[in-house]
């Protein structure tokens, strides 16, 4: 089957730690994407990657940090200095950057106390 | 500033029956508008995407529509299903770059 996954579907964590989001595709896209979700607001980019090896950052990229080492990985690190990290995290990818569209994982929401 | 505003925030409504949800934008230069359709707790899936030249476009149950010369753009449903129940959201993309604009979404809640 084809698709993105992203893992786990849920993650508790004691604040001050840092906590890695999987996700991963085998759609063969170039290009990939994170979104946070709080209610209320529409999705915010937080990073997104158009090619290995490259990734920039997005609206709310503070706190966060990326890698994108292979073409179907993009880990997302939440780290301590997140101010508010509890949200549900989306993750996307799409067959290149611009406005194509972009297929989303079932996300993993991330409480931190 | 880009930005897409939705309405309304919350609806809720009879299984069969009709409603429409509305979304205007500012984002510019506009290339296309998607509504998709979230469950709780899943990521959101497609509709369908609008481009500048269309001004209807139908899926299933589902019609959108875009005036792009006022920048809005409406998602009807037509005899509702329990199933119907989720988040719908309105994304525009500017034609100039990465720029994807997330609406808020509209909650619908579709009661039997």
């Known amino acids: 089957d084809g698709g993105i996954t992203q893992s786990p579907k849920y993650l508790f964590r004691k604040e001050g730690q840092n906590v890695t989001l999987s996700c991963e595709q085998n759609?063969?896209?170039?290009?990939m994407y994170w979104y946070r979700q709080d209610p209320g607001q529409g999705l915010r980019l937080i990073y997104y990657?158009?090619?290995?090896?490259?990734?920039q950052k997005g609206d709310i990229a503070e706190g966060y940090s990326v890698s994108r080492e292979k073409k179907e990985s993009f880990p997302l690190t939440v780290t301590s200095a997140q101010k508010n990290p509890t949200a549900f995290y989306l993750c996307?990818?799409?067959?290149?950057?611009?406005?194509?569209?972009?297929?989303f994982g079932p996300g993993t929401r991330l409480t931190v106390t | 500033k880009n930005q897409v505003e939705q309405s309304p925030q919350s609806l809720i409504i009879l299984e069969g029956k009709n409603c429409t949800l509305q979304?205007?934008?500012?984002?510019?230069?506009?290339?296309?508008l998607r509504w998709y359709k979230q469950d709780t707790g899943r990521g959101p899936v497609s509709l369908t995407i609008?481009?500048?030249?269309?001004n209807t476009k139908s899926n299933g149950r589902y019609t959108a529509t875009l005036d792009a010369d006022t920048k809005q753009s409406s998602l009807h449903i037509t005899a509702s299903q329990l199933s119907d129940s989720a988040s719908y959201i309105c994304?525009?993309?500017?034609?100039?770059?990465?720029?994807?604009?997330f609406g808020a979404g509209t909650r619908l809640t579709v009661k039997p």
């Open positions: 996307a990818s799409s067959i290149a950057g611009g406005s194509h569209e972009q297929y």
């Open positions: 759609l063969n896209h170039d290009a």
């Open positions: 990657s158009q090619i290995v090896n490259d990734f």
């Open positions: 609008m481009t500048f030249s269309e």
């Open positions: 979304c205007n934008y500012t984002v510019s230069p506009f290339s296309n």
């Open positions: 994304v525009v993309s500017a034609d100039n770059n990465n720029d994807m604009r």
